[in-house]
């Protein structure tokens, strides 16, 4: 270092890397407004661990404070930190339409981004506009502006938010009773069937048989037939369980008016032991989940002639009852979710409820042909389990590892970690290059890897699509370079999911370096864009309602990792190069799978990690190719944006999903996991 312009400036030597910052030069931390009253952002962790305190202030005085008590991946002057990420909800006396700046604290420094502006209505800009007689031509503005600017309350504000928006209803009107029937104890079942949701129907206590869950199927079939004979609908729940006033109506009224479904369930309230409660808003009818994760099936209502069927072939069981109609054939359109809280469930037994779930998806599977490991997961706050199936033969698979924009050092750290999977024959490995270095081509050559050359102008869809074209195997895995396996059998464990014949592609959890989630599968939102769901969690958080803990289906899954059938893939013409060279691709082609009936799924037990935490900075042709791929996603299927089936329509809409209530809520219809086949998009449109 020599200061400019002085020769006779002494040369001092700066070692950079080793120096340590300055402290008072660097940002506390950042904040920006994400819609409505919210708040979000990020502060330096506390030295002593506890969560930093971030403080609003309005003209100098206090009005809001939150715990940054979440993570975020910061990047600042090429160094990568996990620091303390935090949202913050204003007072709703602040939603009345009226622009103003607020100041944001953490102790005396304000954070970046301080001053924020904001704007907010008291319950969205569409509605403010549809309040006024001469402003109501105009509501199709403000319900842009609303989902571009979504407006949230945390979930300790459930109560607030839940008198507000969903106050006790009357329920529709039955033209004739509901059956209802409670699995426990005969004190927790009366308890169960005086709920106010309840009264004036004909209830019956199953006392339990063998387990928490089971009951003798003949007491169910004799009831029916007998004192229930003239109920067209049956409530099932675990005795404990107290219904809501209208609820257990709403889901008979859900199936009277759908001939095809047989199954409705709505959310719930979970009990914990100091009688909070925490609200679990469900997705639409969700196979994997549902089969790993005891909740919505402690708590639901089935068609009479279905539960008789059931009954009578032997199924005797809560967990089991719910998935029964996929013994007997049935689909996607067997089972309804109906938004909104139907009921509030004890404090639950978990140890004898994971047992439960355990047994009964070992008969669930048993009876549609499919072997498979169960064992629990005592670490959940929900019954758990994991589902590892039995194939009868390994399909083949091809690693397609995309290193064509990655560097010959990438390439050759990528190989050392995925050696295990090549030994013993577990998978083929495939190397896509651009312009390789002609050591590392002898290098694969010795090693027997393919090398697939790709051409400098050729995009990232249409590389990945020819080089699926060029092999045989039943499974391809489409792998970015800079991924590694943490843990030997991810891909054993992706590849298990396809015993079932109507999984259509698997993804795993993917981390950076220091433990922060990367991608868990992605969320659609009703502006047009897909996110990453938990990115503001750690590795080894549960997420909501254990969602992180097991298998579940999502409406999307991220490009970097992809495992899928190769003939689906090419039969639905691979990735489109077309509209998708080489942005929004992966999700158009998750999209066009699950039209045709197939599942996605999250796989939680196999975990990848990536190599670096180098920050992706895209050029300004990249950024306009991802905006121009979001509009021609959102062209081609509104309906699947407008309501992710797999994300429920009461949670918040902002780029953060799990991470409140949204205010107000979306369409509480029920709804179906199924997916409507793409809108035509003119090629150059």
């Not at 910061?74 to 602040?94: M, N, Q, W, Y």
């Not at 199936?255 to 997705?283: F, H, M, N, R, T």
């Not at 004890?346 to 669930?364: S, W, Y």
Request: proline content about 8%; glycine content about 10%.
């Amino acid at each position: 270092m020599r200061i400019a312009n002085r020769p006779e400036s002494p040369v001092r030597e700066l070692e950079l890397a080793s120096d340590a910052p300055d402290i008072a030069r660097q940002r506390p931390g950042c904040v920006e407004w994400q819609g409505g009253l919210r708040l979000g952002g990020w502060v330096r962790r506390d030295p002593t661990g506890r969560p930093p305190l971030v403080e609003a202030y309005l003209d100098g005085e206090r009005i809001a404070h939150a715990k940054a008590d979440a993570w975020r991946d910061v990047s600042e002057g090429g160094a990568r930190s996990i620091e303390a990420a935090f949202t913050l909800t204003l007072p709703r006396f602040l939603a009345d339409g009226a622009a103003r700046r607020i100041e944001v604290r953490h102790g005396e420094r304000a954070l970046s981004g301080s001053p924020v502006a904001f704007l907010a209505f008291a319950d969205g800009l569409e509605a403010e506009l549809a309040s006024r007689s001469q402003l109501r031509d105009e509501t199709a503005r403000g319900q842009l502006f609303d989902l571009a600017c979504p407006d949230a309350v945390p979930f300790s504000a459930f109560e607030t938010w839940d008198v507000r928006f969903f106050p006790a209803p009357a329920g529709p009107r039955l033209a004739r009773p509901l059956a209802v029937a409670a699995v426990g104890p005969d004190a927790a079942g009366r308890q169960t069937l005086a709920s106010p949701g309840l009264t004036g129907h004909v209830g019956l206590v199953l006392a339990p048989d063998g387990g928490p869950t089971r009951f003798d199927a003949g007491d169910l079939v004799r009831f029916l037939e007998g004192p229930g004979l003239s109920c067209p609908i049956l409530v099932l729940a675990a005795a404990g369980t107290t219904f809501r006033p209208g609820a257990a109506a709403r889901l008979a009224a859900a199936l009277e008016a759908d001939p095809a479904a047989e199954i409705a369930y709505g959310d719930l309230l979970l009990e914990g032991p100091d009688g909070s409660v925490s609200p679990l808003l469900l997705p639409a009818f969700d196979e994997e989940r549902f089969r790993e994760q005891g909740s919505a099936g402690l708590a639901f209502a089935l068609k009479r002639g279905t539960a008789i069927k059931a009954a009578r072939r032997g199924i005797a069981e809560l967990f089991r009852l719910f998935l029964s109609p996929l013994e007997s054939g049935g689909g996607l359109s067997a089972h309804l979710h109906v938004p909104g809280i139907a009921c509030r469930l004890p404090v639950l037994d978990l140890p004898g409820l994971n047992e439960a779930l355990a047994e009964a998806a070992l008969a669930h599977l048993a009876a549609r042909d499919i072997a498979a490991d169960v064992h629990t997961r005592p670490e959940a706050s929900l019954p758990a389990i994991r589902v590892r199936r039995k194939a009868v033969a390994r399909p083949a698979i091809t690693i397609l590892l995309d290193a064509a924009d990655g560097q010959d050092s990438d390439i050759t750290s990528a190989l050392e970690t995925l050696e295990a999977c090549r030994t013993g024959g577990r998978a083929d490995l495939v190397v896509i290059a651009r312009d390789p270095d002609s050591v590392l081509g002898e290098r694969l050559k010795l090693d027997g890897i393919a090398l697939f050359e790709t051409e400098s102008r050729q995009g990232w869809a249409a590389r990945l699509t020819h080089a699926a074209a060029r092999v045989d195997s039943e499974l391809v895995c489409f792998l970015d370079v800079g991924l590694r396996p943490d843990g030997a059998d991810w891909l054993d464990e992706m590849a298990s999911r396809f015993a079932d014949p109507r999984t259509g592609a698997v993804g795993p959890i993917i981390a950076s370096p220091l433990g922060a989630i990367v991608e868990a599968g992605l969320v659609l939102r009703p502006a047009g864009r897909a996110v990453p769901a938990f990115r503001d969690r750690m590795t080894g958080d549960p997420g909501m309602g254990d969602a992180l803990h097991i298998a579940r289906q999502v409406s999307a899954l991220g490009p970097k990792c992809l495992l899928l059938r190769r003939a689906d893939f090419l039969g639905l013409g691979g990735f489109d190069a077309a509209l998708f060279p080489r942005f929004g691709g992966h999700i158009d082609l998750c999209l066009k799978l699950r039209a045709l009936g197939r599942r996605l799924i999250l796989a939680p037990d196999a975990q990848l990690v990536l190599s670096n935490d180098d920050p992706e900075i895209e050029s300004p042709a990249e950024i306009r190719l991802r905006e121009r791929a979001e509009r021609l996603l959102f062209a081609r299927w509104p309906h699947a944006f407008a309501d992710d089936a797999f994300y429920s329509p009461l949670l918040d809409r902002g780029p953060v999903p799990y991470s409140g209530l949204a205010w107000p809520p979306g369409l509480s219809h029920p709804r179906r996991s199924s997916l409507a086949s793409p809108l035509y998009v003119p090629p150059g449109w």
